[in-house]
C-alpha cells in the first residue's frame, strides 16, 4: 500500500502553527520533506513522527524568546480586561480590550483562526498585526505585552532587555541606531535584512549558532543566489553580531563564526576596447556623452559623476574634488586636457545649477548605446575598470591608481586592472624568444667542438643555408 503524504496545510493544522511557520522550518532544513513537481512539497508521516521523538520537540518552542505570563490568564482577565459584555463583538472575530491594546481573533477564508494585536506605537501611531507564531490567547497576549513593552522603551529611550534579545528586535535597534546614522546604503542593508529576518526571526540572537549559519548558506544557494548576493547579508550578519557585544546585548563567547563565501569567480574582466569606445560615442545621445567622458578619465564611480558639483571643479589648479564617495572620504583627481575643454563646454552651457549633471540617471540612455552599438556585457562600472587598466599598461604605478580610484589597499586595486589578450601572448613570447637565443648559442658551441663533426657541419648548413 502506498505511504500517503502530508502537505503542508496539514501539517500546520496538526503542529498547530501558521503554514508560514512551515515554510520557514523547511528553509533551514529542519523539518524532512520531499519535493515532487506537479504537487510541490509534501511530507512523509514516518519521517514526521521520527523528527518529532528525536528533538522531543513541542513545535510552539519558537515562543521560548518571549516573555512569559507571570499571572494565569484569568487574573489578567480580572485585572485588566476591559469592556468585558462586548468581548464578542462579529459573527467570525472575537476581540479582548486590556487597556494598554488589544488582541483579536479574525478568520480566513479557509476557516483557521488568526490572532491579531493591536497598539499604539512610540509616535501614537496606531498598528494592527497579526501575530506570526501565537496559537493561543495567551500567546496573543504575550505578544501585545512585547510591542507594547518596546514601543514604550523607544519612546522613553529605554535600552531593551539585554539578556534575550530576538533577532528581530535587535535588527530593527541595528537598523535605527547604526545603519540609518552611518550608512548612506542603509536601504540595502533594510532589504538584506528582510531575508535575514525570514530565516532567523524566530531565534534568539544569542542562540544562533556557526552551524544554523551555514544553513542560511545553504538555503541561499539552493534558490539560485549568487556568492556575491549571500555575502551581502553574511556581511550585515556579522556586523550585527559585532554590535551586540559592543553595546552589551550579547556575550563574546556567543558570536557564531560567519564564514564568507570565495567571490573570485565572480570577477568580470570587461573592458572597453578602443574599437568599441568610438562606436559607443558615435550612438550616445549629447546628453551621456560627457558623462562617458568623465568616467573614462576620471575613474568614477556613476554616482560620484551625477552628484559632481561645480563648487568642486577647481579650473584654476585642474582639480576635481569627489566629496560622495563609497568610502567616506574625499580624493582629488587631476583634470587632462580632454577632459578640461569638456568641463570648459559644460560650464559655458550650464544653467546655472549646481550640478554638473542635472539628470538623476544615466542607466537607460547608457544601456540603449551599448545596444546599437553591439557592445555586450559592459556595464557602466567597467568604465572604472577600463580607466585602471589604461593607466597600468602605460606604466603608471598600482599606488597612484589606488589614490586615483580612491581604494583603501592595493589589493582592491588589483582587481580593476586587466591585461589584453594581446599583451599576454607578448609576454609570453618573451620566453621563446630567449628559448631561441639558446639554442644559437649552443649551436655555436658545437660548432667549436671539432669532436663533433657530423654535428658541425650540419649546423653550419642550417644557419647560412639560403631559401
Same mark, same amino acid.
Given at each position: 500500500m502506498k505511504e500517503s503524504l502530508i502537505t503542508v496545510k496539514e501539517l500546520s493544522s496538526i503542529l498547530q502553527v501558521h503554514p508560514?511557520?512551515?515554510?520557514?522550518?523547511?528553509?533551514?532544513?529542519?523539518?524532512?520533506?520531499?519535493?515532487?513537481?506537479?504537487?510541490?512539497?509534501?511530507?512523509?508521516?514516518?519521517?514526521?513522527?521520527?523528527?518529532?521523538?528525536?528533538?522531543?520537540i513541542n513545535y510552539n518552542h519558537?515562543?521560548?524568546?518571549?516573555?512569559?505570563?507571570?499571572?494565569?490568564?484569568?487574573?489578567?482577565?480580572?485585572?485588566?480586561?476591559?469592556?468585558?459584555?462586548?468581548?464578542?463583538?462579529?459573527?467570525?472575530?472575537?476581540?479582548?480590550?486590556?487597556?494598554?491594546?488589544?488582541?483579536?481573533?479574525?478568520?480566513?477564508?479557509?476557516?483557521?483562526?488568526?490572532w491579531y494585536v493591536d497598539y499604539r506605537d512610540e509616535t501614537g501611531k496606531r498598528v494592527q498585526r497579526v501575530t506570526k507564531h501565537a496559537t493561543s490567547r495567551s500567546e496573543a497576549l504575550i505578544e501585545l505585552q512585547t510591542r507594547v513593552y518596546e514601543a514604550f522603551s523607544n519612546q522613553n529611550r529605554i535600552q531593551p532587555r539585554r539578556e534575550s534579545v530576538g533577532f528581530e528586535?535587535?535588527?530593527?535597534?541595528?537598523?535605527?541606531?547604526y545603519s540609518r546614522v552611518n550608512k548612506r546604503s542603509w536601504k540595502t542593508d533594510r532589504s538584506c535584512l528582510r531575508s535575514l529576518g525570514e530565516f532567523f526571526g524566530g531565534f534568539c540572537l544569542g542562540r544562533i549558532s556557526s552551524q544554523l549559519v551555514e544553513r542560511y548558506k545553504a538555503m541561499r544557494l539552493a534558490q539560485g543566489v549568487r556568492n556575491s548576493t549571500v555575502n551581502r547579508d553574511l556581511a550585515i550578519l556579522r556586523k550585527m553580531f559585532n554590535l551586540a557585544v559592543e553595546w552589551g546585548y550579547l556575550h563574546e563567547r556567543k558570536v557564531p563564526r560567519v564564514r564568507l563565501f570565495s567571490e573570485k569567480d565572480n570577477l568580470k574582466e570587461r573592458i572597453l576596447t578602443a574599437e568599441e569606445e568610438a562606436r559607443l560615442f558615435?550612438?550616445?545621445?549629447?546628453?551621456?556623452?560627457?558623462?562617458?567622458?568623465?568616467?573614462?578619465?576620471?575613474?568614477?564611480?556613476?554616482g560620484e559623476i551625477l552628484s559632481l558639483r561645480w563648487d568642486d571643479v577647481d579650473f584654476e589648479v585642474r582639480m576635481i574634488k569627489v566629496v560622495r564617495t563609497k568610502s567616506g572620504k574625499v580624493r582629488f583627481i587631476p583634470i587632462n586636457e580632454v577632459l578640461f575643454n569638456e568641463l570648459k563646454r559644460l560650464r559655458s552651457t550650464s544653467s546655472g545649477?549646481?550640478?554638473?549633471?542635472?539628470?538623476?540617471?544615466?542607466?537607460?540612455?547608457?544601456?540603449?548605446?551599448?545596444?546599437?552599438?553591439?557592445?555586450?556585457?559592459?556595464?557602466?562600472?567597467?568604465?572604472? &575598470? #577600463? @580607466?585602471?587598466?589604461?593607466?597600468?599598461?602605460?606604466?603608471?604605478? $598600482?599606488?597612484?591608481? /589606488?589614490?586615483?580610484? !580612491?581604494?583603501?589597499?592595493?589589493?582592491?586595486?588589483?582587481?580593476?586592472? &586587466? #591585461? @589584453?589578450?594581446?599583451?599576454?601572448?607578448?609576454?609570453?613570447?618573451? $620566453?621563446?624568444?630567449? /628559448?631561441?637565443?639558446? !639554442?644559437?648559442?649552443?649551436?655555436?658551441?658545437?660548432?667549436?667542438?671539432?669532436?663533433?663533426?657530423?654535428?658541425?657541419?650540419?649546423?653550419?648548413?642550417?644557419?647560412?643555408?639560403?631559401?
Amino acid at each position: 500500500m502506498k505511504e500517503s503524504l502530508i502537505t503542508v496545510k496539514e501539517l500546520s493544522s496538526i503542529l498547530q502553527v501558521h503554514p508560514k511557520t512551515i515554510y520557514r522550518q523547511i528553509r533551514t532544513l529542519q523539518i524532512p520533506h520531499i519535493k515532487k513537481g506537479g504537487i510541490g512539497i509534501r511530507f512523509k508521516e514516518k519521517d514526521i513522527q521520527k523528527w518529532l521523538e528525536s528533538n522531543q520537540i513541542n513545535y510552539n518552542h519558537i515562543l521560548e524568546t518571549l516573555p512569559r505570563l507571570e499571572l494565569p490568564l484569568e487574573d489578567y482577565d480580572r485585572m485588566l480586561l476591559k469592556e468585558r459584555s462586548s468581548a464578542l463583538s462579529k459573527k467570525d472575530s472575537k476581540r479582548w480590550n486590556y487597556g494598554f491594546g488589544a488582541i483579536y481573533t479574525k478568520r480566513t477564508k479557509q476557516g483557521a483562526v488568526r490572532w491579531y494585536v493591536d497598539y499604539r506605537d512610540e509616535t501614537g501611531k496606531r498598528v494592527q498585526r497579526v501575530t506570526k507564531h501565537a496559537t493561543s490567547r495567551s500567546e496573543a497576549l504575550i505578544e501585545l505585552q512585547t510591542r507594547v513593552y518596546e514601543a514604550f522603551s523607544n519612546q522613553n529611550r529605554i535600552q531593551p532587555r539585554r539578556e534575550s534579545v530576538g533577532f528581530e528586535e535587535f535588527s530593527r535597534i541595528y537598523l535605527k541606531d547604526y545603519s540609518r546614522v552611518n550608512k548612506r546604503s542603509w536601504k540595502t542593508d533594510r532589504s538584506c535584512l528582510r531575508s535575514l529576518g525570514e530565516f532567523f526571526g524566530g531565534f534568539c540572537l544569542g542562540r544562533i549558532s556557526s552551524q544554523l549559519v551555514e544553513r542560511y548558506k545553504a538555503m541561499r544557494l539552493a534558490q539560485g543566489v549568487r556568492n556575491s548576493t549571500v555575502n551581502r547579508d553574511l556581511a550585515i550578519l556579522r556586523k550585527m553580531f559585532n554590535l551586540a557585544v559592543e553595546w552589551g546585548y550579547l556575550h563574546e563567547r556567543k558570536v557564531p563564526r560567519v564564514r564568507l563565501f570565495s567571490e573570485k569567480d565572480n570577477l568580470k574582466e570587461r573592458i572597453l576596447t578602443a574599437e568599441e569606445e568610438a562606436r559607443l560615442f558615435d550612438v550616445s545621445s549629447e546628453h551621456l556623452k560627457p558623462v562617458l567622458k568623465i568616467a573614462l578619465h576620471t575613474g568614477m564611480r556613476r554616482g560620484e559623476i551625477l552628484s559632481l558639483r561645480w563648487d568642486d571643479v577647481d579650473f584654476e589648479v585642474r582639480m576635481i574634488k569627489v566629496v560622495r564617495t563609497k568610502s567616506g572620504k574625499v580624493r582629488f583627481i587631476p583634470i587632462n586636457e580632454v577632459l578640461f575643454n569638456e568641463l570648459k563646454r559644460l560650464r559655458s552651457t550650464s544653467s546655472g545649477s549646481g550640478l554638473v549633471f542635472c539628470q538623476n540617471s544615466v542607466r537607460t540612455a547608457f544601456e540603449g548605446a551599448c545596444r546599437r552599438a553591439g557592445i555586450h556585457g559592459l556595464r557602466f562600472h567597467d568604465l572604472r &575598470h #577600463t @580607466f585602471a587598466t589604461r593607466l597600468v599598461e602605460r606604466g603608471v604605478d $598600482l599606488i597612484t591608481v /589606488k589614490e586615483l580610484l !580612491g581604494h583603501s589597499s592595493v589589493t582592491i586595486t588589483e582587481r580593476y586592472t &586587466h #591585461t @589584453f589578450s594581446e599583451q599576454k601572448r607578448s609576454a609570453v613570447d618573451v $620566453l621563446a624568444a630567449m /628559448k631561441r637565443e639558446t !639554442g644559437i648559442a649552443g649551436d655555436l658551441l658545437n660548432i667549436c667542438d671539432t669532436s663533433k663533426k657530423e654535428e658541425r657541419e650540419k649546423t653550419l648548413t642550417s644557419l647560412f643555408s639560403v631559401n
